[in-house]
């Protein structure tokens, strides 16, 4: 069984502050990606990262994929109170015949203003 | 709007009704997917279809699920006998087919359907 294990579970800071949250696996996947999402919504796609030591950055937000492709990152720099959410991380398997999505534990964030 | 639309957004039912819902992909894509998600939880994977063809079914859905996908647009997920521990939020998801030698799946979700059973 895949698994995604994200840490920490919950997050409290405040605005300004700096935070990592990470998604690890003892699978490989072919790709992972990032969503948010708020409450009673959907979540919404962040990035997708698919090659074993890519690094992206979407303006605050830095995502790692790590080198042997069963772990990532999300960095945050300057939270902002509309960064609040639930961040989920979720993997494509690799080589699987599937093309469904495993998801993490997620993390759910607040930040304080 | 060009997204993942899920209708309805809330239900209520009481236990042993039947209920269905609908999501309609975006337009070109032609994967979708339906997840079920309970509080405080990551999505979990029901099934797939591709076009029309239903492909992968979660040992999750139980023989009081069904599916469809009828004409490779929209899909209809029904509930049969509903009971409490049904009660989560259903979520769609659409992606398009790359073919490309990299297994690379992006999806995106729709707004979900949220279904208490009392």
């Given at each position: 069984t895949q698994l995604l294990e994200q840490s920490p579970q919950f997050l409290s800071i405040q605005e300004g502050e700096n935070l990592t949250v990470y998604c690890n696996s003892s699978s490989v996947f072919s790709s992972l990606q990032w969503y948010r999402q708020e409450p009673g919504e959907g979540p919404v796609l962040l990035v997708t990262v698919v090659t074993g030591g890519e690094v992206k950055k979407l303006k605050r937000l830095t995502f790692q994929f790590g080198d042997a492709r069963k772990d990532s990152s999300l960095h945050i720099t300057a939270a902002q109170p509309g960064d609040t959410g639930l961040y989920l991380c979720a993997g494509v398997a690799y080589g699987g015949a599937t093309n469904k999505l495993i998801f993490g534990t997620g993390t759910l964030l607040a930040v304080q203003p | 709007d060009t997204g993942v639309s899920q209708n309805p957004r809330h239900k209520i039912t009481k236990r042993g009704q039947n209920v269905t819902f609908r999501c309609d992909p975006i337009s070109e894509h032609n994967r979708l997917y339906w997840y079920r998600q309970t509080l405080g939880q990551g999505p979990e994977f029901l099934t797939y279809f591709q076009n029309e063809a239903q492909l992968e079914k979660s040992r999750l859905l139980s023989d009081r699920f069904s599916a469809e996908r009828p004409k490779g647009s929209f899909s209809t997920?029904?509930?049969?006998?509903?009971?409490?521990?049904?009660?989560?939020m259903y979520l769609c998801a659409s992606s398009l087919r790359r073919d490309i030698p990299t297994s690379y799946n992006e999806q995106f979700f729709g707004p979900g359907t949220r279904l208490t059973v009392l």
């Open positions: - | 997920l029904e509930i049969q006998r509903t009971e409490q521990g049904d009660s989560a």
